[in-house]
């Protein structure tokens, strides 16, 4: 008898963590048998999920040579080449965060300060944004940033560029998506536990005062600016809440014309 699994398209045994016994010495007997018929089969690696409430078998998953990939908070994934030439893909790499470039009609900006902040003395006014959730769109996540620590409704417009950071945090890298939104509403309500201060700056007042990051100067002139993507659509990318593509306007309306 052995452990559960499926072969993917890569010859890596996924091992179904149903299948795994509560026992940690059923377990010490099953995985051996496993792991040879797998080689036996030409499996090159193995997947294995650890569920919490199976963390008494992690030891013995190690003991054969296991080594952690990743942890969620009900779960562990651990790996175990059975070739030397096994690949095994890192995991998420990257943090990725939406901005909202936000602009009345009185050429205000949109900008907070943060309550926690290196120098306090004076506010470090910047565009309202954060991180984006599990399976969250970068528009809604731009949409919701904005809503959360300002109370200003918003819809999107375009997006206006992007910044990549090495060494963000926990060894990965950062997508910081600046996105200019359009305000539907402007009476702010903030969040008083993240926000220190929110207001409508004017525009020319926020990108000549000397205490604003340059480079939050340099994101908004490349909201204000005239190249900037869109969201577009593919027939191969058409699934809702799945798929997200951005093009210059040229491309989409060209598209749309061959389309018709």
């Known amino acids: 008898m052995s452990l559960a699994g499926t072969i993917n398209q890569?010859?890596?045994?996924?091992?179904?963590?149903?299948?795994?016994?509560?026992?940690?010495?059923?377990?010490?007997?099953?995985?051996?048998?496993?792991?040879?018929?797998?080689?036996?089969?030409?499996?090159?690696?193995?997947?294995?999920?650890?569920?919490?409430?199976?963390?008494?078998?992690?030891?013995?998953?190690?003991?054969?040579?296991?080594?952690?990939?990743?942890s969620k908070p009900d779960h562990l994934m651990?790996?175990?080449?059975?070739?030397?030439?096994?690949?095994?893909?890192?995991?998420?790499?990257?943090?990725?965060?939406?901005?909202?470039?936000?602009?009345?009609?009185?050429e205000r900006l949109l900008v907070v300060s943060e309550r926690y902040r290196r120098d306090s003395s004076w506010p470090h006014w910047k565009l309202p944004g954060g991180a984006l959730h599990q399976g969250e769109s970068l528009v809604e996540a731009a949409i919701r940033e904005v809503r959360e620590e300002t109370g200003v409704e918003t819809r999107f417009c375009h997006l206006a560029a992007f910044r990549h950071w090495h060494g963000y945090r926990y060894g990965k890298s950062d997508i910081y998506m600046v996105c200019r939104l359009a305000p539907l509403s402007t009476d702010i309500r903030k969040e008083d536990r993240e926000i220190d201060r929110c207001e409508w700056m004017p525009l020319r007042t926020y990108l000549e005062t000397e205490q604003v990051h340059e480079f939050n100067k340099s994101i908004v002139r490349a909201a204000l600016a005239d190249h900037h993507l869109v969201p577009g659509s593919l027939p191969t990318m058409s699934l809702p809440g799945k798929h997200e593509f951005f093009c210059h306007p040229a491309f989409e309306q060209a598209r749309s014309a061959e389309s018709n």
């Open 10 to 70: 890569y010859e890596g045994v996924e091992v179904d963590p149903t299948s795994l016994p509560e026992s940690a010495v059923r377990f010490a007997e099953l995985l051996p048998t496993s792991l040879q018929e797998w080689r036996q089969a030409g499996c090159r690696l193995v997947w294995l999920k650890v569920p919490l409430a199976r963390a008494p078998l992690i030891p013995t998953a190690v003991a054969e040579g296991f080594v952690f990939h990743h």
């Open 78 to 106: 651990m790996t175990l080449s059975l070739v030397e030439d096994a690949y095994i893909p890192h995991y998420a790499s990257h943090y990725i965060g939406a901005g909202g470039v936000v602009i009345d009609e009185q």
